[in-house]
């Protein structure tokens, strides 16, 4: 009976450690989906146009028409086919980095450019006193970040911020292809203002036609909930055939059923504790706390089935003892 037990208790931890392998496979995905994209989303279209206009005459024209509304342009440049300017009026989606950080808002209102590189991003970088500095003609831009290194995605390209009052907006837009992320309704009335036709990049293209890549995840994250559940319900029978041997009745078996189901769910609640340190310690999340809740809730799960089964089978034992009674 007590291999039977224990047998049944490593179930959970197995349990929890499917869990969260399978959310860190769905995140990762999703990450070197974002990644793929740049930090972009589904929305996003591009356009080329031949006009004269600076960078930085865009921008301000996009503050004062569009200042209500999120945007996120990247300037691929038709030159440097490595070099990719980032600008938003936003907080920009994090992305996975290895060291450093990606871009925030204040990056693009100074007059100071950042650069975050590719892993494999083939650049001159300068480093000076632990600081390293992409170094492009007579212009040193610091950098801030580099991404994870995805063998899945390209990852030799580099990325510098843009703003109005920044050396990278002084170019003129007809050397880039610009990138656009907003809603339709924006993208398509800042092409119109430029008479430009609007395509749709690859990587988007791409992201439609492998959107349910995640859901073999998902069924396998499913599949770790119901075999914990079921473990659950096998351990609260164990549990009340294991109570009757005892032969003790009324506050004394109750008081031992508690006392045991208590010990049982505590186990578990361990379980799930250490597969959320080694989980943390060995897979990539975007944000741990999607771990930390995942895991508490299957836990709770767990819990609420064994109590129910375990209720369940206290009450048919009570109807049966007074029909016993009875008779």
Same mark, same amino acid.
């Given at each position: 009976?007590?291999?039977?037990?224990?047998?049944?208790?490593?179930?959970?931890?197995?349990?929890?450690?499917?869990?969260?392998?399978?959310?860190?496979?769905?995140?990762?995905?999703?990450?070197? =989906?974002?990644? =793929? !994209?740049?930090?972009?989303?589904?929305?996003?279209?591009?356009?080329?146009?031949?006009?004269? =206009?600076?960078?930085?005459?865009?921008?301000?024209?996009?503050?004062?028409?569009?200042?209500? #509304?999120?945007?996120?342009? #990247?300037?691929?440049?038709?030159?440097?086919?490595?070099?990719?300017?980032?600008?938003?009026?936003?907080?920009?989606?994090?992305?996975?980095?290895?060291?450093?950080?990606?871009?925030?808002?204040?990056?693009?209102?100074?007059? *100071?450019?950042?650069?975050?590189?590719?892993?494999?991003?083939?650049?001159?970088?300068?480093?000076?006193?632990?600081?390293?500095?992409?170094?492009?003609?007579?212009?040193?831009?610091? *950098?801030?970040?580099?991404?994870?290194?995805?063998?899945?995605?390209?990852?030799?390209?580099?990325?510098?911020?843009?703003?109005?009052?920044?050396?990278?907006?002084?170019?003129?837009?007809?050397?880039?292809?610009?990138?656009?992320?907003?809603?339709?309704?924006?993208?398509?009335?800042?092409?119109?203002?430029? #008479? !430009?036709?609007? #395509?749709?990049?690859?990587?988007?293209?791409?992201?439609?036609?492998?959107?349910?890549?995640?859901?073999?995840?998902?069924?396998?994250?499913?599949?770790?909930?119901?075999?914990?559940?079921?473990?659950?319900?096998?351990?609260?029978?164990?549990?009340?055939?294991?109570?009757?041997?005892?032969?003790?009745?009324?506050?004394?078996?109750?008081?031992?059923?508690?006392?045991?189901?208590?010990?049982?769910?505590?186990?578990?609640?361990?379980?799930?504790?250490?597969?959320?340190?080694?989980?943390?310690?060995?897979?990539?999340?975007?944000?741990?706390?999607?771990?930390?809740? !995942?895991?508490?809730?299957?836990?709770?799960?767990?819990?609420? !089935?064994?109590?129910?089964?375990?209720?369940?089978?206290?009450?048919?034992?009570?109807?049966? *003892?007074?029909?016993?009674?009875?008779?």
């Amino acid at each position: 009976m007590n291999f039977k037990r224990i047998f049944l208790l490593l179930v959970p931890l197995i349990m929890f450690l499917g869990i969260g392998t399978m959310i860190s496979n769905i995140q990762s995905d999703y990450a070197d =989906e974002v990644l =793929e !994209a740049h930090g972009l989303t589904n929305n996003t279209r591009y356009f080329r146009t031949d006009s004269d =206009e600076s960078i930085s005459s865009f921008l301000r024209y996009l503050n004062k028409n569009y200042a209500h #509304h999120q945007i996120q342009l #990247h300037f691929d440049s038709n030159y440097e086919k490595k070099q990719v300017l980032v600008w938003t009026n936003h907080m920009v989606k994090s992305l996975p980095t290895e060291t450093g950080r990606y871009f925030s808002p204040d990056d693009f209102k100074g007059k *100071v450019s950042f650069a975050v590189l590719g892993p494999t991003a083939k650049i001159n970088v300068l480093e000076v006193q632990n600081n390293k500095y992409v170094v492009l003609g007579r212009n040193y831009y610091s *950098v801030i970040g580099t991404f994870k290194n995805y063998p899945q995605v390209e990852m030799d390209k580099y990325y510098l911020s843009t703003g109005v009052d920044q050396l990278t907006a002084q170019d003129q837009l007809r050397n880039y292809r610009i990138v656009i992320d907003s809603t339709p309704y924006v993208i398509n009335k800042i092409a119109k203002h430029y #008479h !430009a036709k609007l #395509h749709i990049p690859s990587f988007v293209q791409e992201h439609h036609r492998d959107r349910l890549s995640v859901l073999p995840n998902i069924l396998m994250l499913v599949a770790c909930v119901i075999i914990g559940i079921l473990s659950n319900v096998v351990l609260a029978i164990l549990m009340k055939r294991q109570a009757r041997l005892t032969y003790l009745r009324g506050d004394l078996l109750r008081n031992w059923v508690i006392n045991r189901s208590a010990r049982t769910l505590m186990v578990e609640g361990v379980c799930a504790f250490l597969a959320y340190i080694f989980l943390r310690c060995h897979a990539f999340y975007s944000a741990y706390s999607s771990l930390s809740i !995942a895991l508490f809730i299957a836990w709770l799960m767990n819990v609420i !089935a064994f109590c129910i089964m375990l209720y369940h089978l206290m009450r048919k034992d009570k109807k049966v *003892v007074k029909t016993t009674r009875r008779i």
